[in-house]
């Protein structure tokens, strides 16, 4: 009586522990209804994911469920073999793209890989041969107290895409040969409003990020204990708040990606190869645009770009020609120091990029541009953003730190010269 719910807590800790141990002597049938109650209780425990995920895939369940669970793993990085068995899956179903690209994901131990029989997997997909037994069943029997209920598809007219995302330019790479530059590239309406809600998880993150910086330095200037108590709190509350919006865009994203990738299997590879050559041109055609309208910004007198004219009834009006000019300090001719800095990500002798930076890379591409070049010494240098002002490159550098890039630093450039960022500070003010 002084304790009336440690029996309900007992048992599910029992069940959970009975559950790993069935899974663990592949007792996979008599797992398979103990992890489908403790993911019930549990929707968002990674590691629950990933055993209800292997459990379904093991009792020859190729169902959503099982796709979805250990995305949800994948996204945890819990553990890492769970990208094998997502390469299962996709394998199972014949989705021979997708389950390479997940195959090549899996970094395990070379014991580990004997264990999965990894080699043998990855080569029977390498030859298009399905090894796997695809057993349905009865999916209302199966999936009778699964959460896993299937999602109804995105409609547009209910979930409109941002006006920003319309127009914005930028690199999401759907498998080894596609990559898409805008949200009128994806063929599949479920995967555009997927990769929409990511980018609207990503403008609210970024939002929070802010505010909690405020309260950081509110925090710090406060002398006050219940004033740095009630900070305290807030900012433990924004910190999750960006953790689950971070995880969601991951989600978002991988799923937007599965989507997509399954739409050109469908299609076949004539009409992928077709609408690759369409976004070559593409990119090529804007990479011209954005080269003439350098040209035109550099022959316009700074007083031209900064003075709009006056409409008759005296309200600014800003000149067609500056409306299609770059967002940068447009220079005039005699100004011939050109002062350019970028916040730099990672530098690799001879271009071996560890496991850490791919990760992150392939995080950061996403939604921005990243520049690579080699130096002299044949590092192969790294670096995100463009900016004449060093405030804003600072700012962008202190994001990417919030972010996880913990190494990130200002480099300068002048003329196109790297240049020590103090040289070029004390040449001219901070802007």
Known sequence: ???????????????????????????????????????????????????????????????????????????????????????????????WTEALDFYKRYKGSKQERRELEYDKYLDLCLKQINPFKIDKGDTKTIFVDTIKVPTPQPDEKIFPIPDSLKTEWFNFQINSQLTYHSITDFRSEAAKIL???????????????????????AHEETNSVTTRLALVQRIVEAEQQSYQLLRDREKYFEQARIKEAAYWEKAGADKMAGFITEITERERVRGERLLNEKKKAEIIPVEAAVMPSSSPNGTSV????????????????????????????????????????????????????????????????????????????????????????????????????RVPVSSVVKEAPLK
């Open 1 to 95: 009586m002084l304790f009336p719910y440690r029996t309900t807590a007992q048992e599910i800790v029992g069940n959970e522990k009975l559950a790993i141990d069935y899974f663990n002597e592949k007792k996979y049938e008599k797992a398979l209804p103990l992890f489908t109650e403790l993911i019930n209780k549990s929707p968002d425990n990674p590691m629950l994911n990933y055993y209800y995920g292997v459990t379904l895939l093991k009792n020859h369940h190729y169902e959503t469920a099982a796709k979805e669970a250990l995305l949800n793993a994948v996204v945890d990085k819990t553990p890492a073999n769970a990208n094998f068995y997502l390469a299962n899956y996709f394998h199972a179903l014949g989705n």
């Open 195 to 217: 990769f929409a809600k990511a980018w609207i998880a990503t403008g609210k993150n970024d939002s929070i990020v802010s505010n909690t910086d405020i309260l950081r330095k």
């Open 318 to 417: 800003e000149p067609d020609s500056l409306k299609q000019l770059p967002l940068s300090p447009v220079i005039s001719p005699e100004h011939k120091d050109v002062i350019v800095f970028k916040v730099q990500i990672g530098s690799f002798k001879n271009g071996k990029l560890t496991p850490a930076f791919k990760t992150r890379y392939a995080m950061l591409s996403k939604f921005r541009k990243i520049d690579k070049y080699t130096d002299e010494k044949r590092n192969e240098i790294y670096t995100i953003g463009n900016f004449t002002a060093y405030k804003d490159a600072s700012t962008l550098k202190n994001q990417l730190i919030i972010e996880g890039v913990k190494g990130a630093f200002l480099a300068a450039f002048k003329n196109g010269e």
